[in-house]
């Protein structure tokens, strides 16, 4: 069964540094893209970061551009958010996601399976 675990969500003061990890399992992660995204309350789910299957392509939302860098190691099928310099409005439950394909998106349609999400909070 195929499986996406997020963990390193927490509390934070603003300023501060969180790495979010997201281990998947029964499948060969490898292949696939894989996605950051986030819902704050009563806010639509929104793109973070995207990482193509080798790592050589990345994205990130303007938001988050300088702050946040995603990254991946295929060797341990695990996709990492490095949050530095957070913010309160950064806070959110966090999801990694697999893509349809090897290649980086932003869209949020052409992800497929979704772990089930971290919360961050960023304290002022």
């Known amino acids: 069964q195929v499986q996406l675990v997020e963990s390193g969500g927490g509390l934070v003061q603003a300023g501060g540094s969180l790495r979010l990890s997201c281990a998947a399992s029964?499948?060969?992660?490898?292949?696939?893209?894989m996605g950051w995204f986030r819902q704050a309350p009563g806010t639509e789910r929104e793109f973070v970061a995207a990482?193509?299957?080798?790592?050589?392509?990345?994205y990130h939302a303007d938001s988050v551009k300088g702050r946040f860098t995603i990254s991946r190691d295929n060797a341990k099928s695990t996709v990492y958010l490095q949050m530095s310099s957070l913010k309160p409005e950064d806070t959110a439950v966090y999801y990694c996601?697999?893509?349809?394909?090897?290649?980086?998106?932003?869209?949020?349609?052409?992800?497929?399976?979704w772990g089930q999400g971290t919360q961050v909070t960023v304290s002022s």
């Open positions: 990482i193509s299957w080798s790592g050589r392509s990345t």
């Open positions: 029964g499948r060969t992660f490898s292949n696939y893209a």
């Open positions: 996601a697999t893509k349809r394909g090897s290649s980086a998106s932003p869209e949020k349609a052409d992800y497929e399976l």
